[in-house]
């Protein structure tokens, strides 16, 4: 888990992504209270690592990484992410920016 601290205060957590929402055979299941837990102790949480190669794709989103951002971001709740894809995940933001639940920082 990656963890960001600045003036000695922790404000960030870095989760894998399947610690979040645990898979099992590439179909994702119920979500951890991971990311409740985080922001009941004010801080955020960026899970890692969002690619558009379908290996890396579950099964729950037929290989469109647009619904896996849309999924994590709107219905998890995260406040961001890495991805090795930026042009991808620019688009989404481009595509949503009119949607006021949308407007969180990602990585």
């Keep these: 888990m990656l963890i960001l601290i600045t003036s000695n205060n922790m404000v960030d957590i870095g989760p894998w992504k399947d610690t979040v929402v645990p898979p099992i055979e590439n179909r994702l299941t119920t979500a951890t209270d991971l990311v ?10 960026h899970p890692y690592t969002y690619r558009n190669k379908f290996m890396f794709l579950h099964l729950n989103f ?9 999924f ?22 481009d595509w ?10 990602v990585m």
Aim: aromatic share 12%; proline share 2%.
């Design 96 to 105: 949503t920016s009119h949607s006021s639940k949308n407007k969180k920082s």
């Design 62 to 70: 037929h290989q469109d990484p647009y619904g896996e951002y849309d």
């Design 36 to 45: 409740a837990k985080a922001h009941a102790h004010d801080l955020q949480v």
């Design 72 to 93: 994590w971001i709107n219905k998890i709740g995260i406040d961001g992410l890495f991805s090795d894809f930026t042009g991808s995940l620019h688009n989404f933001q």
